[in-house]
């Protein structure tokens, strides 16, 4: 039942989609829906739920303990973009509808992205560490939070960019763009090489 809400919300967005329509797909009555979900709002919020822990628990599951920093991060983000290249349905509910729709929805994605955000900051400060970064223990916190929210963003826009563009990208393509982009400049920090703004 809900393979078949996923596939109706991410085709026809959670305002056009019916009850009718899911029951339909899941070969059930209607009743039956209403049954085990008593609205439209619980079924996308289940919805919701199952398509970020499957999100979370991909990405945690991809990374490797005790490898080297950067491959715990490239190993992270290819978990991510493998993922929603595999679930498109699934993304396009988390990335393109909950967060659109309004509340409640958008609440249970942001606790889903501020686990997401948490995890890679771990991930960040523990390359810092291991780089052996030398600055001030507070702008160090400060600036890990910011990457990790940062790379977050950087990650779902990527992914969103790569739904639209299903067949020409591939989720190990995503990944290398992004840890291309990003490990250049958290190398260069945590080697103390800094950029900073001309006078």
Not at 155 to 161: Q, R, T
Request: glycine share 10%; proline share 3%; with cysteine.
């Amino acid at each position: 039942m809900l393979d078949a809400a996923v596939a109706t919300f991410a085709r026809r967005g959670y305002r056009a989609a019916s009850m009718d329509e899911i029951a339909e797909a899941a070969g059930v009555s209607k009743p039956l829906v209403y049954l085990y979900l008593n609205s439209k709002d619980d079924l996308f919020t289940a919805c919701i739920r199952r398509e970020a822990e499957a999100l979370k628990a991909a990405v945690r599951a991809a990374v490797e303990p005790g490898a080297a920093a950067d491959r715990q991060l490239w190993s992270g983000l290819l978990g991510f973009f493998e993922h929603t290249e595999a679930h498109p349905d699934g993304w396009t509910v988390l990335y393109s509808q909950a967060r659109t729709v309004g509340e409640p929805f958008a609440a249970e994605v942001a606790v889903m992205r501020a686990e997401i955000v948490a995890f890679v900051t771990e991930l960040i400060a523990a390359a810092a560490r291991d780089g052996g970064a030398s600055c001030d223990e507070a702008l160090a916190d400060r600036e890990v939070a910011g990457l990790a929210h940062a790379l977050v963003g950087a990650a779902e826009s990527l992914a969103g960019w790569g739904a639209a563009h299903r067949g020409g990208v591939s989720g190990k393509e995503s990944a290398a763009t992004l840890m291309n982009f990003a490990w250049a400049g958290l190398s260069n920090l945590m080697a103390g090489r800094r950029w900073v703004p001309g006078p």
